[in-house]
């Protein structure tokens, strides 16, 4: 009975698979784009910044806050910047209702992240309680708040 | 402000009589696994479109489906 109703059903899997609706596979599709473009994006910093031997214990400084060749920082800041906002565009036009609400609501928690947090440090650094606002621990925390917030709301 | 009624529905014995997994209804409804989850379980209401698609696959009227506790004791 229920090997029948599978093969009724448009866009059912090969037999044993969980089958997917077509907004979830494209959901899928997308978030793999994603993962291979921050994936090349990583990769490329990170060979771009062991090649110049930073010394050991600060190569995750320098993977943070190294130089990097004005090409390799142009093209990195083309891809998260053009190519990412037309990937994650599309996203949002295919994903379910439910996943757009899990979304949302990961997406405001980080907003109180950055919106909070950020001004909070900032006061307390410059009465010299905290150090100086570090962008990257800011934007670790924002994404952290984001996909803990994201993953509840999706699958509690 | 009175207090928010929780959203009950039948979604998960209608999908049993028709021996039907939650991934099999939600290719129907084009949702993901989650959301039929999420549904059933109370812990999320469908928008006014899903619950259409859902009355209409079960041949039954929304308020047949769900109910919003207004008639609850």
Known sequence: MTVSIVAEIPGAQRPGAEPKSASV???????????????AIGFAMAMSVLSTRP???NVAEA???GPLPVW???VMALLWGAVLPVISW????????HEREAYRDGAVAGFYVMGVGAPVWWLLARAGLLPPIDLATLYASFLIVSGLVWAWRKYR | MPEEEEMKNRLKVLRAERD????????QLDVSRQAVNAIETGKYDPSLPLAFRIGRL????I??????GEHRG
């Open chain 2, 20 to 27: 039907w997994s939650q991934a099999e209804l939600a290719v």
């Open chain 2, 58 to 61: 079960f041949d039954m009227k």
């Open chain 1, 25 to 39: 596979k494209a959901n899928h599709r997308l978030l793999a784009w994603s993962g291979v473009l921050g994936g």
């Open chain 1, 72 to 74: 390799l920082a142009v």
């Open chain 2, 63 to 68: 308020e047949e489906i769900f109910d919003d």
């Open chain 1, 63 to 65: 993977m943070i806050y």
């Open chain 1, 55 to 57: 010394e050991q214990g």
């Open chain 1, 90 to 97: 599309r996203w949002h036009q295919v994903v379910d209702e």
